[in-house]
């Protein structure tokens, strides 16, 4: 009964380090999609997937990579981080009617200095 | 642009008082609207959603949001709150007129309910 796991919970980057953030889901949910959470912007879209094999931009993308090779798991990389990265990333899926109601990740916090 | 505007970003509230949350959007397009709750160093909870039909929904933990079209608003309403509700609360878009089903979040109301 896990729902939306991500990994790591928090990490401490130095700039120009890579990384990479797990999310799984065990819902078999088609729709999975990547936040981030600032203080006072509420949560904007990073990139999105609407089944395996795909994926696409969202509002906020520059500087961040995904993959989708499995249904179940959606990664988000970082090739080359900097301090405006900083922030509590969140994962979240949905079925694929109509994208209704999204389950969410408990969330990684991040932290680049 | 669409858009998803909560213009109160703190609430103080003392307890067992009622409490109103604003949420407006700008969209001329079919939507689907959600409240989520966040507690502190958690993940976002549904508290309650409207996709059609009755305008007035009703939640989890007591809450309720009537969807009003004309002025584009989805507020969240509680008739008496309890210290347990402080959290902070986000309303979130889905505009039907494009293919990406994706939330749209609003940036966010800190309820701070008082004893």
């Known amino acids: 009964n896990a729902g939306v796991t991500q990994t790591p919970k928090f990490r401490v980057l130095k700039t120009g380090q890579s990384m990479t953030l797990l999310c799984a889901q065990d819902m078999n949910h088609e729709y999975m999609y990547w936040y981030r959470q600032d203080p006072g912007m509420g949560l904007r879209l990073i990139h999105y997937?609407?089944?395996?094999?795909?994926?696409a931009k969202g509002e906020v993308p520059d500087g961040y990579n995904v993959s989708r090779l499995k249904k179940q798991n959606f990664l988000l990389g970082l090739e080359s981080a900097a301090p405006s990265q900083t922030s509590v990333y969140f994962c979240a899926s949905s079925n694929v009617e109509g994208g209704t109601e999204a389950f969410f990740g408990q969330g990684t916090r991040l932290t680049v200095v | 642009a669409q858009s998803v505007t909560q213009l109160d970003s703190q609430v103080p509230v003392f307890e067992e008082a009622p409490v109103e949350l604003r949420c407006n959007y700008s969209?001329?397009?079919?939507?689907?609207l959600f409240w989520y709750v966040q507690y502190p160093n958690q993940g976002l909870q549904l508290l309650l959603k409207?996709?059609?039909?009755?305008?007035l929904v009703k939640g989890i933990n007591g809450f309720e949001a009537e969807f009003n079209k004309s002025q584009t608003s989805f507020h969240l309403r509680k008739p008496s709150v309890h210290i347990s509700d402080t959290a902070e609360y986000f309303c979130a878009v889905t505009f039907l007129d494009t293919g990406r089903r994706a939330l749209t979040f609003g940036s966010g109301t800190r309820l701070q309910v008082q004893p």
């Open positions: 409207y996709l059609s039909g009755s305008t």
């Open positions: 969209s001329s397009v079919s939507v689907y």
């Open positions: 997937s609407v089944g395996e094999g795909t994926t």
